[in-house]
């Protein structure tokens, strides 16, 4: 039997949720507030993460709406500094760097290993806990007045400028970061010490492994990051000289601390994205992913390279010619493992029984999105292009396309993906796929101007502009709004889903992972009892044959 034969199940139009799940076992606010579910806790994350990301989508709208006009309209230009400065503080920190991981991660990876929880399920809790400690802090900074710095908190502009809310937007982060270090260590321990009999490192999941390395970085990267944010705080208040000259500090330093751990956390965010790529590639193409070792591997040397590649954002910050030669070369190595996991994904798509679902089209997005993100990026890591775009509109195109279109195109492909086991229910398929195109089309119309706008040489972070620009900003704003729409539409099916979608089966998509051979939703201890693995991931001859044997026994 060909891999590519689908095997019928029996009608599931008379099929019902099971009334014993993780979402109905226990009922009231404390059995959530204070569970220890990683399904539970998943869902908390969902939730929270949502929100944020809506506060975030609509500064970045109020953006927009200011870029129509040359000259200032809407808002004054330091409220401009301020809306923009928070816009990029919500969706790096609450956001981008938590989406996945928090999300799907715990949802799924528990599952996918063969345990029934991850490892430290208090710790899962705390790191809710911290996260929205975080948040309610960066929504007392927006409402105390806000921050101006940009998201960077560039040096002298952090430790020097007193009239803004830097402390309380530092200790936020300071904050969120303990919650992303718990969540990496939990998944870490989870993969080497819970998986089950027969998942050997080989036969887990590409989500899987993505996922561990993204763990890598967190926990030796966003210390960091915290440690800088220490001393800024402590440069603003007893003025010791670290990064402020001022005071006798270096900026340069502040620069290099940031950037060793914002680097890394580019890969942070979208490691977690790759690895739904890829199991939803292999099943929506009913084939093993290509070369599974290689991408496998690609994940860790990703992970690896990120940490000696900082300074490429610093070509014009007075770092040498040799030190800008030697990053340019590291920045061009990095982009070797991601080349590997797209000719993969592209390999694995060659001959495959290609299915055009919801969450495909969110990974063919996500696959040309963050193409076009890497590609410009090459002009970013030469010193000589980069001298002419380093604070450009490029640099605002270039980081988009590849978080924001591509780890948003990777979350909303996990999301479809996982939606029936997370709920039970079936969302409406033509009304996902109209949304997965319109934020395709909406996303290429808001962001491909950017990259004229900043060849052009249109600066960033100015509410003020001259006039022969507004035409490309106009255009850009418009497609802020189709992709407005695109991000608004999910939110709506889905949770008319939750009441009213048909009721999913444990395995609508034919996949073949651990999480798809349990009931939709899940037990709150996942498995019935723990299974044992004796075959290779993406194995389609072994889900059919374990189909075969259920047709057999129905019949």
């Known amino acids: 039997m060909s891999a590519a034969t689908i095997v019928s199940l029996p009608d599931q139009s008379t099929a019902r949720i099971p009334k014993m799940n993780f979402l109905t076992k226990e009922n009231g606010l404390l059995s959530w507030l204070l569970t220890g579910d990683h399904k539970r806790i998943a869902t908390l994350y969902l939730i929270s993460i949502s929100f944020f990301f809506f506060v975030g989508g609509s500064l970045a709208g109020l953006i927009r709406l200011e870029l129509l006009t040359p000259q200032t309209s809407l808002m004054a230009a330091d409220t401009y500094n301020k809306v923009f400065t928070m816009h990029g503080v919500i969706m790096v920190f609450l956001f981008l760097v938590p989406s996945v991981p928090a999300t799907i991660g715990n949802f799924v990876i528990p599952m996918m290993v063969g345990a029934r929880d991850l490892a430290l399920p208090k710790i899962n809790l705390l790191s809710w806990y911290l996260y929205i400690i975080a948040g309610f802090m ?49 998944f870490i321990v989870t993969i080497h010490k819970m998986r089950a009999p027969g998942m050997t490192w080989f036969r887990l999941p590409l989500f899987v492994w993505s996922n561990y390395a993204a763990s890598i970085l967190m926990v030796l990267g966003t210390p960091v990051l915290a440690i800088t944010l220490v001393l800024v705080v402590l440069e603003r208040t007893v003025h010791i000289g670290v990064f402020d000259p001022a005071y006798g500090g270096d900026p340069i330093l502040f620069q290099h601390l940031f950037w060793f751990y914002s680097h890394p956390a580019v890969y942070i965010m979208i490691l977690p994205g790759m690895g739904v790529i890829s199991e939803v590639v292999s099943t929506f193409s009913r084939k093993r992913v290509f070369g599974y070792t290689a991408v496998a591997f690609s994940s860790v040397a990703i992970a690896v390279f990120g940490f000696f590649v900082w300074a490429h954002h610093m070509f014009i910050m007075g770092i040498s010619n040799y030190a800008a030669l030697v990053f340019s070369l590291l920045t061009m190595l990095v982009a070797v493992p991601s080349a590997i996991k797209i000719f993969n994904w592209a390999f694995t798509l060659y001959k495959g029984s290609i299915t055009f679902e919801t969450p495909m089209l969110y990974a063919f997005g996500f696959m040309g999105l963050f193409t076009i993100g890497g590609m410009t990026g090459v002009f970013l890591g030469a010193t000589g292009t980069d001298i002419h775009l380093t604070e450009t509109y490029f640099i605002v195109a270039h980081f988009h396309f590849v978080m924001v279109g591509g780890m948003l195109m990777a979350f909303l492909s996990g999301i479809h993906f996982w939606w029936p086991k997370w709920t039970g229910r079936m969302y409406p398929e033509k009304i996902s796929q109209l949304a997965a195109i319109v934020t395709f089309i909406g996303f290429n119309f808001t962001f491909f101007p950017q990259f004229i706008l900043g060849t052009l040489g249109m600066p960033r972070r100015y509410a003020a502009y001259p006039p022969e620009f507004q035409a490309l900003n106009v255009f850009s704003t418009a497609g802020a709004t189709i992709l407005g729409v695109g991000y608004l539409l999910p939110i709506l099916y889905l949770t008319w889903s939750l009441r009213y979608g048909a009721v999913a089966g444990n395995n609508p998509w034919q996949a073949t992972g651990l999480e798809w051979q349990t009931q939709s939703p899940p037990l709150t201890e996942n498995f019935p009892e723990i299974p044992i693995v004796d075959h290779e991931a993406y194995d389609y001859e072994w889900l059919e044959r374990q189909q075969e044997k259920e047709v057999a026994s129905v019949g």
């Open 138 to 186: 960066v929504i007392y900074t927006m409402a105390a007045g806000g921050v101006d710095t940009g998201w960077t908190f560039t040096s002298p502009l952090s430790t020097h400028y007193l009239n803004t809310h830097v402390i309380s937007t530092g200790l936020a982060i300071f904050v969120a970061g303990f919650s992303s270090i718990f969540t990496g260590l939990n």
